[in-house]
C-alpha cells in the first residue's frame, strides 16, 4: 500500500521560509504524481504544487508561482515543499497525496485524481 506522511509544519513569521517533506513509499513504479494541497479553517482544500516523479515535471498554482518549490529529496526519499516569502494567507493545514500516472497539470490537480493521502501539518505565518 502507498503510504505518505507530510513533516515539517510549525509556526513562521511572514517573509520567512519553511520547507515540509513528504516521506512517501509502496510505490511499485515511477507512474505517478506528488501533490501538495492545502486547506485554511473555512475553505476548500486547494491544490497548489505537483512533481511528476517520472520526468522531474512541476507544476504550481497561480497563488504559490514563483514563492514555493517542489522537488524530490532522493537521499530522504520524499518529496519536498520549499516555501519562501510566506505570507499571513499562506496560513493552512498541508497536505501531501499522490496519484497514479505522472501528469502534473492544473486539470489533475483535483482531488479526485488522488487515492492516497497523508496527514496534514500545519503552517501558521504570523504578520
Known amino acids: 500500500d502507498v503510504q505518505l506522511q507530510a513533516s515539517g509544519g510549525g509556526l513562521v513569521q511572514a517573509g520567512e521560509s519553511q520547507r515540509l517533506s513528504c516521506a512517501a513509499s509502496g510505490f511499485t513504479d515511477d507512474d505517478y504524481a506528488i501533490g501538495w494541497f492545502r486547506q485554511a479553517p473555512g475553505k476548500g482544500r486547494e491544490g497548489i504544487a505537483c512533481f511528476d516523479s517520472r520526468d522531474g515535471n512541476t507544476w504550481y498554482a497561480d497563488s504559490v508561482q514563483g514563492r514555493f518549490t517542489v522537488g524530490s529529496d532522493n537521499t530522504e526519499k520524499s518529496v519536498y515543499l520549499q516555501m519562501n516569502s510566506l505570507k499571513p494567507e499562506d496560513t493552512a493545514d498541508y497536505y501531501c497525496?499522490?496519484?497514479?500516472?505522472?501528469?502534473?497539470?492544473?486539470?489533475?490537480?483535483?482531488?479526485?485524481?488522488?487515492?492516497?493521502w497523508g496527514r496534514g501539518t500545519l503552517v501558521t505565518v504570523s504578520s
Open positions: 497525496a499522490a496519484k497514479p500516472g505522472n501528469l502534473c497539470s492544473s486539470f489533475t490537480m483535483q482531488t479526485i485524481f488522488y487515492t492516497s
